[in-house]
């Protein structure tokens, strides 16, 4: 089974400061991990995943994740939060079976100016 | 715009009436998905169909929640006699049969049931 944990339900930065989410995945398979960004009343929109390639994947808006297996880790960065990205963020995992995708529980991006 | 539209954007309803929500996925895609998101909460699996197929429906309640994917036409997620709990963001993905590792989602639509 496929599951994925998002550590810290809000996280505040200063604008300019280091963004950190934290994901922690539980899969049984070789997953594909994924980030997806959320804004108010919005759908969600793809900000990168990892599909076995390179460990260390890059996105859009600046972000990029690393995808640790030791650690069974998939943690968004950013090296310079800015006011636009105060979002939910939301890490997934691909299930082996059916196509589905499980989704954390979010994590709400403050960024204070 | 190519992405996946969701109609309607927000939807109210009296407890008891039908509330349905359409989705047409991203052109080219023939996979659907369909999350809901109750406040202060994530996004939880409902159903995933393929054209005229249910393919999972694990994460749909037992009754008055149904879901097709006709050969033309929506997707359409169909709540039956709709109760305040009923209340939520309802999104809809796609995906191409080629390339399923990674969704595309639509706007969302807004369930509010009073």
């Known amino acids: 089974a496929q599951s994925v944990t998002q550590l810290g339900s809000h996280v505040s930065v200063s604008e300019g400061a280091l963004v950190l989410l934290r994901c922690n995945y539980s899969?049984?398979?070789?997953?594909?991990l994924f980030w997806y960004v959320q804004y108010p009343n919005q759908g969600l929109q793809l900000l990168l995943k990892?599909?076995?390639?390179?460990?260390l994947v890059k996105g859009i808006n600046g972000f990029e994740a690393e995808f640790k297996k030791s650690e069974t880790s998939f943690h968004l960065t950013k090296p310079s939060a800015h006011m636009s990205d105060a979002a939910e963020y939301f890490c997934?995992?691909?299930?082996?079976?059916?196509?589905?995708?499980?989704f954390g529980t979010g994590t709400s991006l403050t960024v204070i100016p | 715009n190519a992405g996946v539209m969701q109609n309607p954007r927000h939807l109210v309803r009296r407890r008891g009436q039908e509330a349905r929500l359409r989705c047409s996925p991203m052109k080219g895609h023939s996979h659907v998905y369909w999350y809901r998101q109750l406040p202060e909460e994530g996004l939880k699996f409902m159903v995933y169909?393929?054209?005229?197929?249910?393919?999972?429906e694990s994460g749909m309640p037992k009754e008055r929640f149904s879901a097709e994917f006709p050969k033309e036409g929506p997707s359409i997620l169909r709540i039956q006699q709709v109760v305040r709990g009923d209340s939520a963001a309802y999104f809809c993905?796609?995906?191409?049969?080629?390339?399923?590792?990674?969704?595309?989602f639509g706007e969302g639509s807004w369930l509010t049931v009073v």
């Open positions: 993905a796609s995906s191409v049969a080629a390339d399923g590792n990674t969704i595309y």
């Open positions: 990892y599909t076995s390639a390179a460990t």
């Open positions: 899969s049984s398979v070789p997953p594909y």
């Open positions: 997934a995992v691909r299930g082996n079976t059916g196509n589905q995708f499980y």
């Open positions: 169909l393929q054209k005229e197929n249910i393919i999972d």
